[in-house]
């Protein structure tokens, strides 16, 4: 199968359970934001989940890369994954033995001392995380991407149906008391919990997948070799510094606003902030359901002679479509707001900067498998150092002065930054022909035709709306021609080539 062919199928696959994961995700933030009208409330769950995306991060230190990485260089897949394993389990299981007896404190610590529950939840459901990481890694490097999506579809299955049912049916019952069969339900929200059943749902999600997951856990030839898991060590703990200052870089900005705003405004812009920076949603899906197989992808090619020209080819493939999501996500905004609750809708500005944020940040993916392919993974962590001293001067200069607008520019910047040091950088150590042009243009066209749907105005709605997605397809018509071109152009220059040889 042509190999970009095989990877837009795996990205379908992946993205199929991570578009319907998220899209349902998604559907819970209405949820969330119409039944706790107070953006305060969602503040508190947009700062726990900020807190266990690093969390999550050191938990697993690197361990997903360096098993992609000493797979594609072993003949025994299996000691290689039974190492990274076995040192996950371990450190797991001292991570939630420290989380759990030390939840008041950290609950104390965080400002919420009348809630260590949602502290022991999160510390219960990092630790459940951590261990089905490595065997979900293992199902992508075995490509059985079907597994890996009717895993992914449980566990978001169990974590919506729990919040269906305490968030949606027992409070709104809770809130509008009534006689009959219905009104049993009201006895399963405990209000002192309140947004904690976000916690007690995303644990119980959890659970359920490492359930599972017990024949990949449990794989018979699998065994710990203490000197390669010394050497997956030295490789992957550079990543985690990487991940950790990337982690700053992606979500340092919603810690941040609560401590650096006024004490009445911290969780208040937090929650507008978080339930906002959810619209730019679609781009995110995209860019996980892709990260999950272009790096297996882009390992299994290193050695190819045609390797360099096929990460360019996927380079510009991904452009274009986080242009054009980005682009549908601006000509749509408009009944795409309805997702948040009114209280919440003030922050909708922030979204094109989000999603081009998000687009730089996919590119800065891309980029960074030069150092992941020569082992050079030092360099990830220099570059997202950079990117996390960057994020903390922007954000310590623009929070107090501009709100969550201040963050959402940080993280455009930071990430733009990133993205132009690794090409650079890049270039000297592990030279790749991308089509430069075309990578500036596909975004920056799709930036002026968003500009240009805000002209439109005073229209019937599903003129306006027809107006507007026609603008999208302006965008693909052009697209589609300029990449003809190129491979008409592109050929000719191939063909002209062998004529002289």
């Known amino acids: 199968m042509n190999p970009l062919k095989k990877l837009a199928g795996q990205t379908a696959v992946y993205g199929l359970s991570t578009i319907v994961g998220r899209l349902l995700n998604y559907l819970l933030v209405p949820l969330y934001t119409y039944q706790f009208a107070d953006p305060r409330d969602y503040g508190v769950v947009t700062e726990f989940y900020a807190y266990l995306s690093f969390l999550n991060i050191v938990l697993l230190y690197g361990m997903e890369t360096a098993l992609f990485n000493f797979s594609a260089k072993r003949d025994d897949p299996e000691t290689v994954f039974g190492t990274a394993q076995g040192f996950i389990l371990l450190t ?223 380079m510009n493939g991904f452009v274009i479509a986080c242009s054009a999501i980005f682009l549908a996500v601006m000509v749509n905004l408009g009944w795409v707001q309805y997702f948040v609750g009114t209280a919440y809708r003030e922050g909708l500005g922030v979204v094109p900067i989000l999603l081009m944020a998000n687009l730089c940040l996919g590119v800065f993916f891309n980029l960074s498998i030069w150092y992941k392919l020569t082992e050079q993974t030092r360099y990830g962590s220099y570059l997202t150092l950079w990117g996390a001293a960057l994020t903390l001067g922007l954000n310590g200069y623009w929070i107090p002065r501009f709100g969550y607008w201040g963050s959402a ?30 990578l500036l243009g596909y975004p920056l066209a799709a930036v002026a035709l968003a500009e240009l749907a805000t002209v439109i105005q005073d229209l019937p709605y599903w003129t306006d709306l027809a107006v507007r997605n026609s603008l999208l397809v302006a965008f693909l018509a052009g697209v589609w021609t300029v990449e003809k071109l190129a491979g008409r152009r592109g050929q000719a220059t191939a063909g002209k080539a062998r004529s002289n040889a």
Request: aromatic residues 12%; proline residues 4%.
């Open 92 to 314: 797991s299981a001292v991570f939630l033995a420290a989380g759990l007896s030390s939840a008041q404190w950290l609950a104390n610590l965080l400002q919420h001392p009348e809630h260590a529950d949602y502290v022991r939840w999160t510390v219960w459901v990092l630790a459940l995380d951590a261990l089905a990481a490595i065997p979900f890694a293992r199902l992508r490097l075995q490509q059985r991407a079907g597994r890996f999506a009717v895993l992914k579809l449980a566990n978001i299955g169990v974590n919506i149906a729990v919040n269906l049912v305490f968030i949606g049916a027992a409070k709104w019952v809770y809130d509008h008391p009534a006689d009959g069969d219905w009104s049993r339900l009201a006895c399963l929200y405990d209000p002192a919990v309140g947004i904690g059943y976000v916690f007690l749902a995303n644990m119980a999600a959890s659970a359920l997948t490492l359930v599972l997951l017990a024949p990949q856990l449990f794989e018979r030839n699998a065994r710990i070799d203490l000197a390669l898991g010394r050497r997956m060590l030295g490789y992957g703990l550079p990543l985690l510094i990487a991940g950790l200052a990337g982690m700053v870089n992606e979500t340092l900005d919603r810690v941040l606003l609560k401590y650096l705003l006024p004490p009445d405004q911290g969780l208040l812009q937090l929650g507008i902030y978080g339930a906002c920076y959810k619209v730019a949603v679609l781009m995110s899906i995209f860019i996980q359901a892709y990260r999950y197989a272009a790096e297996p992808f882009f390992f299994a090619h290193y050695r190819q002679k045609e390797g360099r020209e096929l990460y360019a080819l996927t």
């Open 409 to 438: 520019w940080a993280t455009l910047i930071c990430y733009a930054s990133m993205a132009v040091i690794s090409y650079r950088v890049g270039q000297r150590h592990f030279p790749v022909a991308y089509r430069l042009k075309r």
